[in-house]
Every structure is written in C-alpha cells, then in structure tokens.
C-alpha cells in the first residue's frame, strides 16, 4: 500500500479521534429510549443502546461525515468520508467475544472501490437490573404493546432475555481492514429468508485478535 493511499482515511481518523470522546459517557434505558423516540429513530428496539449509540454518533458528526454511506445491492453503510464505515456497539462483559459485522459481499465491494473499510465500535458496561421485569413493561406501553416480533418468538419459547436497563461507554475501537485482512474475519451464515433462499453471509470480528488489524482505541 502505498503512502499516498495511507492519507486517505487519515483525516477520518484524526476527525474521529478528536469528536468522538464528546459522546454521552452514561446512558439511562429510559431516558435514551425517550429521547430516541422524540427524535423517532430506533426506540422500539430492544437492544436501545446499540441505537443510542448511532443516534448520538450521527448528531455529532453530521457535518463532518455523510449519512449514510454508500450502498452496495441493498446494503447501506452508516457513514462515509473518505471510506466507509459502520457502527456497531458491544457489552464488555459477555462471554460472547465475537462480534457481527456486515454482509459480507458489501464489504468486499466497499474495500475493492476504496481500499479499506471502518468499523466504530463501542465498547460498552452494560448493566441488567430488571429482575422484576419492570423496565420491560415499561418499554412494552410505551410501543403499544409487543410486537409481532416478540409474540413469535413467546409462541416458540417461553424464555424472555432480561433487558439492559444502562450502559455505560468505556472505549471505542477505530478498525481498518482491508483486503489482505480478510482472512482474519470470521462468516456467520444467517439461514434461509421466509421465500427460502439463503441470507446473504455477513463478516464476523473476534475481538481478542483484533491486534492482527490497524486499530486505534479511544479511551474515555
């Protein structure tokens, strides 16, 4: 690679390192799940922190970096400078050290126009305390009831996950990959569409290699 090719996504990760600590560090269920409904971006959604981080991200850098980026097929990355990237947001705390990425033949494409491709991942505390189920029915009213969603999966089990009630924003994790890092990443199949065809495969990261790619953390 030459160094011409290096300065592509330098000033992305100058713009990145410098922005990106001004994020909200502490993240209340309530008052983000609130505050993204106002805003009416993701609330419904379960897994709220992971959106709250989005959300926040593209208040910060929007007019920094364009959103979305660019789109391969039906795929649409989150944000674009000079390369693409996406968000993602992971609990420090989980056995499950693996992390989805995105559909894999995107990815291919998006590092074949430009060289590389970014991921922003955050890296989260994440606390559970909702024994009583309260923060759950909580969001439950709030959306109207369940969705379709939640009473299919209620039909083929009768386990429910327990809610993330806070999060708390430890680091975040500035990756670049590209084409000869390929072999390093993991491939999830996803099963098969209600028509019967398969899903598109997407990329895996397993964080405890992820030394063997050029990355960059921010500690907050």
């Not at 923060?135 to 999966?153: I, M, N, P, V």
Request: with cysteine.
């Amino acid at each position: 690679m030459t160094k011409a090719f290096q300065k592509i996504y330098t000033k992305d990760i100058e713009i990145l390192k410098k922005e990106l600590p001004e994020l909200p560090q502490n993240w209340d269920g309530k008052e983000c799940i609130l505050k993204l409904k106002a805003a009416d971006y993701n609330w419904k959604q379960m897994e709220w922190w992971a959106f709250y981080f989005e959300y926040e991200v593209k208040k910060l850098l929007a007019d920094k970096f364009s959103f979305p980026g660019d789109r391969y097929n039906n795929v649409c990355f989150d944000l674009k400078r000079t390369i693409n990237w996406d968000l993602k947001a992971k609990a420090i705390k989980s056995d499950e050290t693996k992390i989805i990425l995105n559909d894999k033949s995107a990815m291919d494409m998006s590092i074949e126009k430009s060289g590389c491709h970014g991921e922003i991942i955050a890296l989260c505390d994440v606390e559970y305390n909702d024994i009583n189920r309260t923060f759950q029915k909580w969001h439950t009213e709030l959306k109207g009831g369940k969705s379709d969603y939640e009473l299919a999966r209620e039909d083929r089990t009768s386990v429910s996950r327990y809610r993330k009630t806070k999060a708390e924003l430890i680091e975040i994790v500035l990756l670049i990959l590209k084409k000869d890092d390929i072999d390093f990443l993991l491939t999830m199949k996803q099963g098969r569409n209600s028509n019967g065809k398969p899903r598109p495969e997407k990329y895996m990261l397993n964080l405890e290699k992820i030394d063997k790619f050029e990355n960059y953390v921010i500690k907050l």
